[in-house]
C-alpha cells in the first residue's frame, strides 16, 4: 500500500511571493499518478495538478508547478506569485493504476497568504 | 465541467438513526468513491464503486455501506449514527481511461454532526 506525508501543517506567505508544498509518498510500484488538490474554506476540494509518474517533465498549470522527484519519491508544489484567493487547504495524493486502484491522501497543509 | 452534486450540506443527525447521502455525478464516470474528512487526518476512504451493483471496501468501511443501482448515483448509509461519524463526507468520481483518467472529482461535501 503507498503512503502519502505532509511533514508541515501549516505555512505562511506574503502576497506577491512564492512558496513551495512539500509533500513525500512511498510506493512500490512504478505505474502512479501524483496529485496536488487545493480545498478553500468551505468550499469544494478542486484539482490543482496532477503528474503521471513515466512523465520526466515536472507538470506546471499557469502560477502552479511541480519538482517531481522520483528517485526521492518528492513530489512538491510550487505557487509563484501568491494571491489571496490561494489560501486554502492542500492535500497531496498517490493512486496507483490497476485493478481496485485507490487514491491515498496526506494529511494536507493550510496555506495562508498575507496581504 | 464535470459536476459531482451531494444532496445535503449540512446534516444534523440523533444517535441511532439510519443516515442516507446521496452524490450524483453527470459525467458518465465509472468509478465513485465516499470519503469521510476529519482534522489532522486528511481524506480516508470509506467505499468505492467500479460499476452498477458493484461495491469495494475501503479504508475505514465499519459502521457504513453503499449502494449503486445506478451508474450516475452512489449513496452512503449509516446503518446506525453514531457520535464517532460526526464529520465531513466527500463523494468523488473518476473516468478509468483517457486524457483525464483516475483524476478524482469531488463533491461539495456533506458536514454531517450526530448528536
Known amino acids: 500500500a503507498q503512503t502519502v506525508t505532509q511533514s508541515q501543517p501549516e505555512m505562511s506567505v506574503q502576497e506577491a511571493e512564492t512558496v513551495t508544498l512539500s509533500c513525500t509518498y512511498d510506493t512500490s510500484e512504478s505505474d502512479y499518478y501524483l496529485f496536488w488538490y487545493k480545498q478553500p474554506p468551505s468550499r469544494q476540494m478542486i484539482l490543482v495538478i496532477r503528474?503521471?509518474?513515466?512523465?520526466?517533465q515536472n507538470a506546471t498549470e499557469n502560477r502552479f508547478s511541480v519538482n517531481f522527484q522520483k528517485a526521492a519519491k518528492s513530489f512538491s508544489l510550487k505557487i509563484s506569485d501568491s494571491q489571496l484567493g490561494d489560501a486554502a487547504m492542500y492535500f497531496c495524493?498517490?493512486?496507483?493504476?490497476?485493478?481496485?486502484?485507490?487514491?491515498?491522501f496526506g494529511k494536507g497543509i493550510t496555506l495562508s497568504v498575507r496581504p | 465541467d464535470v459536476k459531482v452534486t451531494q444532496s445535503s450540506r449540512y446534516l444534523v443527525k440523533r444517535t441511532g438513526e439510519k443516515v442516507f447521502l446521496e452524490c450524483v455525478q453527470d459525467?458518465?464516470?465509472?468509478?465513485m468513491f465516499w470519503y469521510r474528512q476529519d482534522p489532522g487526518l486528511g481524506l480516508r476512504l470509506i467505499y468505492f464503486s467500479y460499476d452498477v451493483k458493484m461495491k469495494e471496501k475501503g479504508d475505514i468501511p465499519e459502521g457504513y455501506s453503499v449502494s449503486r443501482e445506478k451508474k450516475e448515483r452512489f449513496s452512503l448509509i449509516l446503518e446506525s449514527a453514531s457520535t464517532n461519524q460526526t464529520s465531513m463526507y466527500l463523494c468523488a468520481s473518476s473516468f478509468w481511461t483517457g486524457p483525464k483518467g483516475e483524476t478524482q472529482y469531488f463533491g461539495p461535501g456533506t458536514r454531517l454532526l450526530v448528536l
Open positions: 495524493a498517490c493512486l496507483v493504476t490497476g485493478a481496485n486502484s485507490k487514491l491515498t
Open positions: 503528474q503521471e509518474a513515466y512523465k520526466q
Open positions: 459525467m458518465d464516470h465509472e468509478n
